[in-house]
């Protein structure tokens, strides 16, 4: 199968603090993998996408940071929460062969 | 900036009607749309996908019309079912020159489909 795992599920953070979400995938090598981001109520925004390992491509301006330290493994940072930065943060996955997206189950944050 | 949209925020059917949920996009080049369906506190899961060399596409219970002149996208969902209540978003895609895919979509806002037994 092919598992896309995030985690903490959910997360509450002061503001000012570090983040870190993890997000990995089993079952396929060289995946393009996504953050996404989802504000209460409204659709997805992409914030991150990388093609493959060390490669990040930006698409949000702000205190957010990603990297890729392993083929199947994809990181959102931050070194000081904002409170606009609460949502619900996706991983997908897609493959350079199709462009379908398949997401992981989430990571809830809040930031208080 | 082009932007994928929803005419209708909210949907409620009886459980055995067929459901219409509609999609505007205004990026005429967009060549791909998807269809998730996301339930409350879970990710989207995909529900069906059509190119823009098609019209129509079925899948199990659902069709997915285009109508690249007017710019419009709908899912039709047969015999809905309480376990089909959920927000449904649509997504698009737009290729790079060389004809493929940059992987990136844009969601719209998304429609709230509610079944009632």
């Known amino acids: 199968s092919q598992t896309i795992h995030q985690w903490p599920a959910t997360l509450v953070q002061p503001v000012g603090s570090p983040l870190s979400l993890e997000c990995t995938v089993e079952g396929t090598s060289n995946p393009n993998l996504y953050w996404y981001r989802q504000a209460a109520g409204r659709g997805l925004q992409l914030l991150f996408y990388s093609v493959g390992i060390g490669q990040i491509s930006s698409e949000v301006p702000q205190n957010l940071s990603a990297s890729r330290p392993q083929d199947r493994q994809f990181i959102l940072s931050s070194k000081k929460l904002l409170l606009s930065d609460s949502g619900f943060y996706l991983c997908?996955?897609?493959?350079?062969?199709?462009?379908?997206?398949?997401f992981g189950p989430g990571t809830r944050l809040t930031v208080l | 900036g082009e932007s994928v949209g929803l005419h209708l925020p909210t949907l409620s059917v009886q459980e055995g009607d067929n459901s219409i949920i509609n999609c505007a996009y205004s990026?005429?080049?967009?060549?791909?749309f998807i269809w998730y369906k996301q339930e409350s506190g879970k990710g989207p899961q995909f529900i069906i996908d059509?190119?823009?060399?098609?019209d129509k596409r079925q899948g199990q219970r659902v069709t997915v019309l285009l109508n690249k002149t007017v710019k419009h996208l709908s899912l039709q969902i047969a015999a809905t079912q309480p376990g089909d209540s959920a927000v449904y978003f649509c997504?698009?895609?737009?290729?790079?020159?060389?004809?493929?895919?940059?992987?990136?979509?844009?969601f719209g806002q998304g429609t709230i489909l509610t079944v009632h037994p």
């Open positions: 059509i190119r823009s060399n098609m």
């Open positions: 990026n005429s080049a967009s060549d791909y």
């Open positions: 997504a698009e895609e737009q290729y790079n020159a060389g004809g493929t895919s940059y992987g990136k979509l844009t």
């Open positions: 997908a996955r897609g493959t350079q062969a199709t462009d379908t997206q398949y």
